[in-house]
């Protein structure tokens, strides 16, 4: 070997070991200084209330402040991007809702893989949709509901907030299962969804339950079933659709957080230890109840396996149902 060679590979090892110690300098000094979740929603909404949530009690198991940024719009694009372009050293976060990171992608004229522009931190939550009907439809369980298609093919609608949304996905994919016939209508928010839900304008929704509760409890909608279990007393008396003759019916909405790619893993440890310690904690767990989602918290890993695996699901439904945007 040449003296030059030598030096060579004697100056990358030692270039790869300032490196190493720097970054481990970096793990064992974070965090420093305050964090950002950035939240793909405007403010006041669900995400939003989670999210400042989850800061409050983050930031207290860090001991810095956590603050919440809200950047809606564009399907959760301009937040994404916003995260992809910050620097990879923890202090920037996507708190993302699974639509975020498993359908927005799947739904792009240019199909990415979410997973190689966001690393994984943990998942923080999930929570059930329930299926809704308007109360002026004859219709009490999911087996009648889709006895009630079968009988008048083509009369049935779903509503939802928007072509693309999970709601959308679950109707399509609920109208697959059943091997219904049926329309989707899509409006530009949820409001004006169940306000003709409740008339009888459309017949069904798929939906959070604390967004529709208002009218659940005033009798003009009700609750035929829920996508999925949940540890909320809130959803025990509603039967699960997988057991109405849709065995493989089930799905539940969550919140997770990314960073951006090449965040030192001793700096996702820390952030994960310190999810891991909300866990314990049942003020917050109760708090999150309040907003009708259950604390789930994970390792980085499951939350990569849990986006692939979602991923791949949601990714046959769009096939099969030919949705697209403009």
Same mark, same amino acid.
């Given at each position: 070997?040449?003296?030059?060679?030598?030096?060579?590979?004697?100056?990358?090892?030692?270039?790869? @070991?300032?490196?190493?110690?720097?970054? $481990? &300098? !970096? #793990?064992?000094?974070?965090?420093?200084?305050?964090?950002?979740?950035? =939240?793909?929603?405007?403010?006041?909404?669900?995400?939003?209330?989670?999210?400042?949530?989850?800061?409050?009690?983050?930031?207290?198991?860090?001991?810095?402040?956590?603050?919440?940024?809200?950047?809606?719009?564009?399907?959760?694009?301009?937040?994404?991007?916003?995260?992809?372009?910050?620097?990879?050293?923890?202090?920037?976060?996507?708190?993302?809702?699974?639509?975020?990171?498993?359908?927005?992608?799947?739904?792009?004229?240019?199909?990415?893989?979410?997973?190689?522009?966001?690393?994984?931190?943990?998942?923080?939550t999930t929570s059930p949709h329930v299926l809704v009907v308007s109360s002026q439809l004859?219709?009490? @369980?999911?087996?009648?509901?889709?006895? $009630? &298609? !079968? #009988?008048?093919?083509?009369?049935?609608?779903?509503?939802?907030?928007? =072509?693309?949304?999970?709601?959308?996905?679950?109707?399509?994919?609920?109208?697959?299962?059943?091997?219904?016939?049926?329309?989707?209508?899509?409006?530009?928010?949820?409001?004006?969804?169940?306000?003709?839900?409740?008339?009888?304008?459309?017949?069904?929704?798929?939906?959070?339950?604390?967004?529709?509760?208002?009218?659940?409890?005033?009798?003009?909608?009700?609750?035929?079933?829920?996508?999925?279990?949940?540890?909320?007393?809130?959803?025990?008396?509603?039967?699960?659709?997988?057991?109405?003759?849709?065995?493989?019916?089930?799905?539940?909405t969550w919140y997770g957080l990314f960073g951006p790619v090449g965040v030192p893993p001793?700096?996702?440890?820390?952030?994960?230890?310190?999810?891991?310690?909300?866990?314990?904690?049942?003020?917050?767990?109760?708090?999150?109840?309040?907003?009708?989602?259950?604390?789930h918290v994970s390792a980085p890993q499951e939350l990569a396996e849990r986006t692939r695996?979602?991923?791949?699901?949601?990714?046959?439904?769009?096939?099969?149902?030919?949705?697209?945007?403009?």
């Amino acid at each position: 070997m040449t003296t030059k060679r030598v030096l060579l590979q004697a100056a990358i090892c030692a270039c790869a @070991t300032f490196v190493a110690h720097q970054a $481990h &300098a !970096q #793990a064992d000094a974070f965090p420093s200084k305050t964090l950002r979740f950035i =939240v793909p929603f405007a403010a006041g909404g669900p995400a939003d209330v989670v999210a400042r949530e989850v800061a409050q009690a983050l930031g207290k198991e860090l001991g810095q402040s956590v603050v919440v940024e809200n950047l809606g719009g564009g399907a959760g694009v301009p937040a994404t991007n916003a995260v992809v372009r910050a620097p990879a050293d923890g202090y920037t976060l996507l708190f993302a809702a699974s639509g975020n990171v498993v359908i927005q992608p799947l739904l792009s004229r240019k199909r990415v893989d979410i997973l190689t522009q966001l690393s994984p931190v943990g998942m923080v939550t999930t929570s059930p949709h329930v299926l809704v009907v308007s109360s002026q439809l004859p219709v009490r @369980t999911v087996k009648e509901l889709i006895d $009630h &298609a !079968q #009988a008048n093919p083509g009369n049935l609608n779903f509503a939802s907030a928007g =072509v693309g949304g999970l709601a959308h996905l679950a109707s399509e994919w609920f109208m697959q299962q059943a091997g219904i016939q049926g329309r989707h209508l899509a409006y530009k928010g949820s409001s004006q969804a169940m306000t003709d839900l409740a008339s009888g304008q459309v017949q069904a929704m798929f939906s959070s339950l604390p967004s529709m509760k208002g009218m659940v409890d005033k009798g003009l909608l009700r609750v035929v079933g829920v996508s999925s279990r949940s540890q909320s007393p809130t959803y025990k008396d509603f039967p699960l659709i997988k057991q109405a003759g849709l065995p493989g019916f089930e799905y539940t909405t969550w919140y997770g957080l990314f960073g951006p790619v090449g965040v030192p893993p001793a700096v996702v440890e820390k952030l994960g230890t310190a999810l891991g310690k909300l866990a314990a904690d049942k003020a917050f767990e109760a708090r999150l109840r309040e907003q009708g989602v259950d604390l789930h918290v994970s390792a980085p890993q499951e939350l990569a396996e849990r986006t692939r695996k979602e991923t791949a699901a949601w990714d046959k439904v769009i096939r099969e149902s030919g949705i697209h945007l403009n």
